[in-house]
């Protein structure tokens, strides 16, 4: 036999196993569409934490390939920066919700091609929502999102 035709067949078996291995890189690019959101405020020198779920988390962001990004939620608009490492995604933007200022460094707990769940710990003063006073403590906060 030709070792040409060997080593050509061997390396197209090869070639053909090492594709098969790649996991499929998924892109946080493109448009979200927020569905839920949870907190939990841990108030320095309290023992129970302050827990909220918001359904009405409806916010739209669109993460770019320039790595810029557009929040939008009741009618209030902000751009940023976003960089993505691993896990991590860096967000630079001046966008509050109820809950969070939404600059910080996320960790990706899920990205599929149609869903995007993101985790952030921030320590700070929080404004608690019901009752509009100022509080002191770390919040643990997670943003889901349906692609759109």
């Keep these: 036999m030709n070792y040409r035709v060997l080593f050509s067949l061997v390396y197209f078996c090869v070639l053909l196993t090492a594709c098969d291995d790649e996991p499929e890189i998924i892109s946080i ?16 020198g309290v023992p129970i ?9 409806h916010a739209e962001a669109e993460f770019r390939d ?6 939008t939620q009741d009618a209030q608009t902000s751009s940023g920066m976003w960089h993505q490492d691993g896990d991590k995604l860096m967000l ?3 966008f509050n919700t109820d809950f969070i200022d939404l600059s910080g460094t996320y960790t990706i707990k899920e990205l599929t ?18 009752s ?3 509080i002191d403590g770390t919040v643990k906060a997670t943003l889901y ?4």
């Design 92 to 94: 630079t933007i001046t």
């Design 49 to 57: 934490p302050v827990k909220e779920t918001d359904d009405t988390f």
């Design 66 to 71: 320039d790595g810029t990004v557009t929040v």
């Design 132 to 134: 509009g006073l100022d």
């Design 29 to 44: 690019v493109g448009k979200w569409q927020g569905t839920k959101a949870e907190a939990e405020l841990l108030a320095f």
């Design 145 to 148: 999102f349906d692609k759109k």
């Design 113 to 130: 091609s149609t869903k995007l769940v993101l985790f952030i710990e921030k320590d700070g003063t929080y404004t608690d929502p019901g």
